[in-house]
């Protein structure tokens, strides 16, 4: 989903300019003839150098950045320019295209003659390491020509390090566009969301749990939820938050419970989940940018008047132009051929859980299991291009599309209760809570049925090899 970007045009007309005005090289010669590429001469390259669209860092790819620390991002590549919005830690932004500015090349001297792209260099000659290409790699200039992936270190075991800046167009999910500096403020090393499962070694239990405590979307951990239609919409104007007492319904398990009633969402509306978890780094197909392992949980709760045939749990196209995943069912349908029953009286809270795990990497395999209460009720496997237009179960439980293939995987977040068509009602939910693993049986069985606590997070994820999180055995 790359699009043009208006700093391409800005960066391209830096350039210009500089060319325009004569830039001195780094030898102290103000020659404008001597800028053009592909032009034999000693002297070294324009001052400052803008190497457009560089992705500077080892494991470098623009795309969905994480934001590890609060950022400004600015009208303009300066850092006196307008600040137009500050990209907060924990968010996750768009970043498809960046500029390194060279401000200061090295001016490495060869000590044997080489040959590196087709261009001979003679012992002694001149070249100006540029843009850092990772693992000691450099985009290099010599004689009026680039050289990509020039490495000084096969040379010399002490290589001076190039004075650059790095700005990358970052594009905020309210639409809000700007420059910021990056210096280690987001994670770039893959185009989803890098909360990194396995950094220091640690698997975190839970990525994120919403419990709605304090009457609105925050997190008790995580990321906040957010309104998929922004601030003052429809959604935030028909969601309302209290107790079990103020809406008159069920206590769970005979006491009180802080709650959000979400609405009946149009494809517009929806709540968004920004869950954190990372793409499998060490895959290399069409599943490598999406998450695919994963565990969703939520209590929730149909009221006594729901009159709709399926009300939407769980969304994972983001554009909300196809069917949600799962469903629940509050009365008989008839879809295919096929009865769905989902025999749970309105009033009755639950405790509904979507495992998903990868089960075969060469036939792109994915098992779904669904439970209610800790019991399972389904357990199936489907492939990549197995889309099927309903499936449903004997006698408990309700879903549609429960297919994983790389479109129907997590990008850096999902939505909640909305639909592409308008299959949603409104319910109750008192806990969410979303593992970037997929649970075992027997962990989802201890979870048991639903709490006023919400949803606990102490269950040991031994699969990995580990227990609660600590470091990972050698």
């Known amino acids: 989903m790359p699009r043009t970007r208006l700093g391409s045009i800005t960066a391209s007309l830096l350039l210009t300019l500089a060319a325009i005005e004569g830039s001195k090289d780094v030898d102290g010669a103000a020659d404008k003839s001597q800028l053009g590429l592909g032009n034999k001469t000693n002297a070294g390259p324009p001052i ?144 989803s969301t890098t909360f990194y499962p396995f950094r220091d070694g640690a698997v975190p239990r839970v990525l994120g749990q919403w419990d709605f405590d304090q009457g609105d979307l925050r997190a008790t951990h995580g990321q906040d939820l957010e309104y998929r239609d922004g601030p003052g919409g429809q959604t935030q104007k028909l969601t309302r938050f209290g107790s079990t007492r103020d809406f008159e319904i069920s206590e769970i398990n005979g006491q009180p419970a802080k709650i959000m009633r979400f609405p009946s969402c149009r494809r517009s509306m929806g709540y968004k989940v920004f869950h954190r978890a990372e793409a499998d780094p060490f895959r290399e197909d069409a599943w490598h940018t999406r998450v695919n392992e994963y565990t969703l949980i939520m209590d929730i709760l149909l009221p006594r008047d729901s009159y709709q045939e399926r009300i939407a749990l769980f969304q994972t196209d983001v554009g909300n132009s196809s069917n949600a995943e799962l469903f629940l069912v509050s009365k008989w349908i008839r879809g295919r051929g096929n009865e769905i029953c989902f025999p749970v009286q309105p009033e009755e809270w639950l405790r509904i859980a979507w495992v998903v795990k990868k089960k075969s990497e060469r036939e792109r395999e994915t098992e779904l299991r669904g439970t209610i209460n800790g019991q399972e009720i389904a357990r199936i496997v489907v492939g990549e291009a197995w889309d099927p237009d309903h499936l449903g179960f004997d006698n408990v439980g309700a879903a549609r599309n429960w297919s994983l293939e790389p479109r129907r995987s997590l990008f850096p977040y999902f939505l909640l209760f909305t639909d592409n068509d308008h299959e949603t009602g409104p319910a109750y939910v ?45």
């Open 48 to 191: 400052p150098y803008h190497d457009e669209g560089a992705c500077p860092h080892e494991g470098c790819k623009y795309g969905l950045w994480w934001v590890e620390e609060d950022t400004s991002v600015r009208k303009e590549m300066d850092s006196t320019s307008e600040v137009i919005f500050t990209a907060k830690k924990g968010a996750v932004v768009e970043c498809w295209y960046g500029v390194v500015v060279v401000k200061k090349p090295v001016r490495f001297q060869v000590p044997k003659p080489l040959e590196h792209d087709r261009v001979k260099i003679p012992a002694g000659g001149i070249v100006y390491l540029l843009t850092p290409q990772g693992e000691g790699f450099h985009l290099a200039w010599y004689e009026g020509e680039l050289l990509s992936g020039f490495n000084p270190w096969d040379f010399s075991s002490e290589v001076e390090e190039v004075d650059y800046e790095w700005w990358v167009q970052v594009e905020s999910e309210r639409g809000e566009i700007g420059w910021a500096l990056e210096d280690g403020q987001f994670a770039t090393d893959t185009v």
């Open 430 to 474: 008192n806990s969410i809570q979303f593992r970037s693993y997929p649970m075992k049986p027997e962990q989802v069985e201890a979870l048991g049925g639903p709490t006023a606590a919400g949803i606990p997070v102490d269950v040991s994820v031994d699969q990995f090899g580990i227990c609660e999180g600590g470091p990972v055995p050698h």
